[in-house]
């Protein structure tokens, strides 16, 4: 059972395009966290959200907590081919910030 | 430079033969773990831990050990490797005080066959 649903799993799109990339859970997180792999290399961190209703801003990436603390999503703003990359949420549950769950990820293709 | 290292990065190995792979970071950071990544299902946390002798299971530890007698080291060990522990296999470490936040290894390719 997969904790945290990620969705879409796959997105291919047009250079100058706007997506989102939802993280959805029946579970509350003390704190959620974005991070983007490329090909051949491990997950890098763009953001963490930590107050329910929080967001955050990173140039065209726009990251939201849900007011529960149970959700989130990724909004990016003219997507361009540097974006290209396999997005993951993860959350911490409350009391047992040592355990990270992972979403199971979203492959997001941007074409020129 | 601030780095998690992992070795090897590629291994070909048969069933049955024990294996280790490294990790070490150079950050001081408390908290370190490990996760195994496959096609459909993300990343998937094997074991981590909190500190120095501090371990603890996490979703998929079944097949898999680990140690921490150093702060900088957190080796995985197969013990009898099988075909289903064929993975993409990360290490990271963090701050863990700091939301846990994770900083990952570059991966180690494992094939069992």
């Known amino acids: 059972t997969q904790l945290l649903e990620q969705s879409p799993q796959f997105l291919s799109i047009q250079e100058g395009e706007n997506l989102t990339v939802y993280c959805n859970s029946s579970?509350?997180?003390?704190?959620l966290q974005w991070y983007r792999q490329e090909p051949g290399e491990g997950p890098v961190l763009l953001v963490t959200?930590?107050?329910?209703?929080e967001v955050k801003k990173l140039k065209r990436l726009t990251f939201q907590f849900g007011d529960a603390r149970k959700d989130s999503s990724l909004h990016i703003t003219a997507a361009q081919p540097g974006d290209t990359g396999l997005y993951l949420c993860?959350?911490?549950?409350?009391?047992?910030?040592?355990?990270?769950?992972f979403g199971q990820g979203t492959t997001l293709q941007v074409k020129p | 430079e601030a780095q998690v290292t992992q070795n090897p990065r590629y291994l070909i190995t048969v069933t049955g033969k024990k294996l280790t792979v490294t990790c070490s970071q150079n950050?001081?950071?408390?908290?370190m773990s490990w996760y195994r990544q496959d096609p459909g299902l993300g990343l998937r946390q094997i074991y981590y831990?909190?500190?120095?002798?501090?371990?603890d299971k996490g979703d998929v530890p079944e097949g898999y050990k680990v140690s921490r007698k150093e702060k900088r080291n957190f080796p995985l060990i197969l013990e009898s490797p099988s075909p289903n522990q064929t993975s993409l296999y990360f290490c990271?470490?963090?701050?863990?005080?700091?939301?846990?936040?994770?900083?990952f290894g570059p991966g180690t390719r494992l094939t069992v066959l």
């Open positions: 990271a470490s963090s701050l863990w005080q700091t939301y846990n936040e994770q900083f």
């Open positions: 579970s509350v997180f003390s704190s």
């Open positions: 959200v930590v107050t329910g209703g």
């Open positions: 993860a959350g911490a549950r409350s009391g047992n910030t040592g355990k990270l769950i």
């Open positions: 950050m001081n950071h408390e908290y």
């Open positions: 831990s909190m500190n120095v002798e501090v371990t």
